[in-house]
């Protein structure tokens, strides 16, 4: 079945860094990839998405690439802030969940001033 | 307004009893979903509902049952709640067309212990 493998966690970094956080997936067909955003009390919400191969997803200063030939979607921003600070969810739907989505299981940021 | 609406946002129950968590969209979505948020082991899908008259069970369905009640209204139903089903519960809706296609939009969640 389908599968998201995120870094392992935590994150913690200091203001202005510079941020990778490492996703790969298993899927069948094409599946459309995710990076969801969780801040302290909330819920999920969408960060960015990128539907085919090549596709760069951006929001707030974070990309990821859709890599199908590494089977990855590494989330980048290149100068951190404290706001920042969050869980961060990598995600697939597509390929055989039929419109489920699959998560990883979350890598925790800090940033620090 | 939220566009999903989970209530209540917290709640402390006693093992064997009862609980039912709601949750009600106002994004017009017919696809619902309940997930269960455990530290380390991101989201798990409980039950989701494509629409009033077909329901699905997730990865990890046992121990809790659902009802849609309409389109907008998914409700989550712990019939003898267990300590291990303590955990941070969400509903969730996904568009299915246009910029929406498959995007799920989240609610704020339901803090749930079992004592």
């Known amino acids: 079945g389908d599968s998201v493998t995120q870094m392992e966690g935590p994150v913690t970094l200091s203001e202005e860094a510079f941020l990778t956080i490492n996703c790969t997936y298993t899927?069948?067909?094409?599946?459309?990839l995710f990076w969801y955003v969780q801040y302290p009390g909330e819920g999920l919400q969408l960060l960015l998405k990128?539907?085919?191969?090549?596709d760069k997803g951006s929001n707030k200063g974070f990309e990821a690439t859709y890599r199908k030939e590494t089977t990855s979607f590494h989330l980048e921003k290149g100068s951190v802030q404290v706001s920042d600070s969050a869980v961060y969810f990598c995600?697939?739907?597509?390929?055989?969940?039929?419109?489920?989505?699959?998560f990883g299981q979350g890598t925790i940021l800090t940033v620090h001033p | 307004d939220a566009d999903v609406t989970q209530t209540p946002r917290n709640r402390i129950t006693k093992t064997g009893k009862r609980i039912m968590l709601e949750c009600s969209q106002t994004k017009g979505h017919d696809r619902m979903y309940w997930y269960r948020q455990d530290p380390g082991l991101g989201l798990q899908l409980i039950y989701y509902?494509?629409?009033?008259?077909?329901?699905n069970k997730g990865e990890i369905s046992d121990g809790y049952s659902v009802s849609r009640q309409a389109q907008a209204k998914f409700s989550l139903s712990l019939e003898s709640a267990i300590p291990n089903q303590t955990a941070l519960y969400f509903c969730?809706?996904?568009?299915?067309?246009?910029?929406?296609?498959?995007?799920?939009?989240f609610g704020a969640g339901t803090r749930l212990s079992v004592l």
């Open positions: 990128a539907t085919k191969a090549d």
């Open positions: 995600a697939l739907a597509g390929g055989t969940s039929y419109g489920k989505l699959t």
């Open positions: 969730a809706t996904v568009g299915l067309a246009g910029e929406a296609k498959n995007i799920q939009y």
């Open positions: 509902s494509f629409d009033v008259k077909d329901i």
């Open positions: 899927a069948t067909g094409y599946p459309s």
